[in-house]
């Protein structure tokens, strides 16, 4: 029976399962944490890329990774870092996307870049090129520096840069120089999405990887008309389309999925953490948020929590901080507290939902995943929330899986992925009675305008 092993290296953690190729049965995990913050080490993705996958990669036939998107990896003329990598969730750069707007007519995840060039340019002279977080894993697992094996990236993680372009097909060198201050580091090759980019040293097909986003719409395998959100560190809301999406609001990325289509995509910064750091605030475990939340009603008795406890990239509002209204001393109690940040999570993640519905994305299923989405309660109160019935499928590592998913695709060699079926589901539907839900909407609507705007 060949194996493959699937590898989610996100924002907090490194996430391995090794799947029988044919089914994608789930036969061993492992897990590993990363370092917090906006600035990591790529070598820290490696040691805990090496430590979640202790005693289960030495066997398998092929491997993939996705990992979290738009991480900038400088690489010199060695093949070292010159910096530690920026992440998707580091605001510095929020001035310097607002200047490549202003000079390109359209908002862009390349501003990194441009921030490094004006802020750092003894480094950015130094930087011969340029990964993302998967492909310098992916290049690491071929041997990486010191080696002769060329760095590749694939269609879904390059889409993410803003500097490759889903229409095209292709690098947009015109906007990195741009971006980067006149500098033209090399790029990856972009691989087809079950293209091998060769082997490890020890004999497994490594196939291209892709980004986070790409890997759970591949391991979901989702179809028309799905939509899923995921609560992770990020909020992500997004759909497999046919056609490439450009937005000129800058509010849906128009990226393209891992299976040669595309994959529009609404980005929070805020998610997850948001019920665990009220958890911390409440001085209780993640698995209480879960009862306190249920105790109270709709509405947390007039509690409304902004959840941008990182800034916020959608809505933007980059230099923003949470808050709470609605305080009175009958409210200020734990139930209505973890009430309220899973509405206000909820909230947030409904404006997304919203962003992508208006822009002609159809939600026919609603399909939510993450590590939130482990707290029964955030389904049921999503459903109240975005109004529609939502499907949370088994607790998997769905990046993971869709990583393995395209490892065992790039080992067959056929032009479509093997087919593996999805574990089991619960179906929340919405609830019978929209109005509270709509309720909730509205005074955080009300609430966000009162504070932002
Ligand atoms: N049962 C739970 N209830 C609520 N949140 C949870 C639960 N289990 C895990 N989490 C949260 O999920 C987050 C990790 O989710 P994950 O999707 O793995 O994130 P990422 O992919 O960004 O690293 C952590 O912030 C953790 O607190
Ligand atoms: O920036 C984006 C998507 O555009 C994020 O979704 C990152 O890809 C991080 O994902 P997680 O680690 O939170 O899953």
């Known amino acids: 029976m060949p194996t493959v092993a699937g590898v989610d290296s996100s924002t907090q953690s490194c996430k391995v399962v090794v799947c029988d190729a044919d089914t994608g049965e789930v036969l061993h995990q492992g897990r590993a944490t990363h370092p917090e913050g906006t600035e990591v080490a790529p070598e820290a993705w490696w040691r805990a890329l090496l430590e979640a996958g202790d005693g289960l990669l030495a066997g398998v036939d092929a491997i993939a990774v996705a990992g979290q998107q738009h991480g900038l990896v400088a690489l010199d003329d060695q093949g070292e870092p010159v910096r530690d990598a920026l992440l998707w969730n580091d605001t510095r750069s929020a001035g310097a996307a607002a200047d490549l707007v202003a000079e390109l007519g359209g908002p862009e995840r390349w ?67 741009l971006a980067f201050g006149g500098r033209s580091p090399a790029l990856p090759r972009v691989l087809g999405p079950y293209e091998s980019a060769g082997r490890t040293p020890w004999g497994a097909l490594v196939a291209a990887g892709t980004g986070d986003n790409m890997g759970a719409a591949l391991g979901l395998g989702i179809g028309p008309g799905d939509v899923v959100v995921s609560l992770g560190t990020s909020g992500t809301v997004f759909a497999v389309t046919e056609r490439p999406m450009a937005d000129p609001s800058g509010a849906v990325a128009g990226f393209a999925d891992a299976t040669g289509r595309f994959l529009p995509l ?188």
């Open 111 to 177: 501003a990194k870049l441009r921030w490094m060039a004006e802020h750092e340019s003894v480094l950015a002279d130094r930087t011969a090129s340029v990964l993302l977080p998967h492909d310098w894993l992916t290049w690491r697992l071929r041997g990486g520096p010191g080696s002769d094996v060329e760095p590749v990236t694939d269609r879904g993680d390059a889409s993410g840069t803003g500097y490759w372009s889903p229409a095209a097909g292709d690098y947009r060198r015109d906007l990195l120089s």
């Open 266 to 453: 609404v980005c929070t910064l805020n998610a997850a953490r948001v019920l665990s750091s009220t958890a911390r605030l409440i001085g209780t475990g993640l698995g209480d948020i879960d009862l306190l939340a249920r105790t109270a009603e709709p509405g947390a008795d007039g509690l409304v929590f902004l959840p941008y406890l990182g800034g916020e990239r959608t809505p933007n509002l980059p230099e923003a901080t949470g808050s709470l209204l609605g305080m009175r001393t009958d409210n200020m109690r734990p139930p209505q507290l973890a009430r309220a940040a899973v509405e206000g999570m909820l909230c947030n993640m409904a404006e997304a939902l919203d962003e992508l519905r208006s822009r002609g994305v159809e939600a026919r299923r609603v399909l939510l995943i993450g590590g939130a989405a482990k707290a029964p309660v955030v389904g049921e109160i999503a459903a109240e929330i975005f109004g529609t019935p939502v499907t949370v499928p088994e607790p998997e590592e769905y990046v993971a899986l869709g990583a393995a998913r395209q490892a065992a695709w790039a080992l067959a060699g056929t032009p479509e992925p093997p087919s593996w079926p999805l574990s089991g589901a619960r179906l929340i539907p919405a609830p019978a009675d929209g109005a509270p839900g709509r309720r909730v909407r509205a005074a955080y609507a009300r609430a966000r305008a009162s504070a932002h705007g």
